[in-house]
């Protein structure tokens, strides 16, 4: 049951990732997996390949955390075939109420990460700020396009999942502005899985290298990289905001059709959905 509710926790992050704005992290964290995560990915390293090319698999396994990462790639994986069509959808035909509901769990996740810091310093308050910075040049930014070709494909694939596993920053944002998003969700809808197999590559490498750096942050500046990767969460909120004209935040009354009343609902269901996540993985 437990692995099970790993993979449910796996599937939000996929659904997640599929969405600009929205990072896998962040219902990483939201979840209670964050730090399990990293240090799982971290742990593939000489000393699990040399375990596994000397026949102890059992130890390999083990050293990896190979169920619970298995549980969660599942998941991710699962959510990415399932639900690509279905997020495409409801951006689509209901921007405003949908935009809404991943605003709400934005501003409900970064609130829960910052309440669990104790003795908040100025050194912590202004990495926070760093992180909003940085969220929001990231958020505005119009493009930095790659060329075609497969070996863009790979590269996307490395800085992109740099960016899914980073609360607040999107890896489907950094494929809209390295220019690949259309071309890796239309390779998921077609199943081409030359090009998905190439982005795959670009993920792993990224994920082996990337994965160590925010180990070691963890690990020796745990609080203050909460509190910046609270402001990377913060600070794109101006790219999930829900009521926009030609791609510019405006407020809801300058619409003729806010859909004012259901989008406050969908923001305060995130957050309660926030709330009982951070209760539900506290019990366990």
């Known amino acids: 049951m437990n692995y099970l509710y790993t993979y449910f926790k ?13 990072s896998g992290g962040t219902i990483a964290l939201i979840t209670g997996i964050y730090q399990r995560l990293i240090n799982a ?26 169920w619970f990462l298995s549980a969660v790639f599942a998941g991710i994986l699962s959510a990415v075939f399932i639900m690509a069509s279905l997020v495409k959808y409801l951006l689509t035909e209901f921007p405003i109420p949908t935009w809404a509901f991943f605003f709400g769990l ?63 920053l999107s890896g489907t944002l950094i494929l809209i502005l390295l220019g690949k998003y ?16 190439i982005f795959l590559a670009g993920i792993v ?15 020796k500046f745990y609080q203050g990289t909460i509190m910046f990767l609270s402001g990377l969460m913060l600070g794109t909120l101006v790219k999930v905001w829900p ?9 809801p009354w300058n619409f003729t059709d806010p859909q004012l009343f ?7 269901l995130a957050a309660i959905i926030v709330l009982l996540f951070a209760k539900i993985d506290k019990s366990l």
């Open 41 to 66: 990915i971290a742990a593939i390293n000489i000393v699990s390949i040399k375990l596994f090319f000397s026949g102890k698999f059992k130890q390999f396994w083990q050293h990896i955390d190979g």
């Open 205 to 219: 490498v990224g994920l082996m290298l990337f994965s160590r750096l925010l180990k070691w942050l963890l690990a």
């Open 106 to 168: 934005i501003v409900a996740s970064a609130f829960v990460l910052i309440k669990h810091i104790k003795d908040i310093k100025y050194i912590h308050l202004l990495t926070m700020l760093a992180g909003i910075a940085l969220g929001y040049l990231l958020s505005t930014y119009s493009s930095m396009a790659l060329p075609d070709g497969n070996w863009a494909i790979f590269i996307a694939g490395s800085i992109a999942v740099s960016a899914m596993i980073l609360p607040g």
């Open 182 to 197: 259309q071309q890796m969700l239309s390779a998921v809808e077609n199943r081409d899985f030359l090009t998905l197999s």
């Open 262 to 268: 259901i989008s406050l609902m969908l923001m305060t």
């Open 243 to 251: 009521w926009k004209i030609l791609e510019k935040n405006v407020l």
């Open 10 to 22: 796996g599937f939000l992050m996929g659904i997640a990732d599929l969405v600009p704005g929205i």
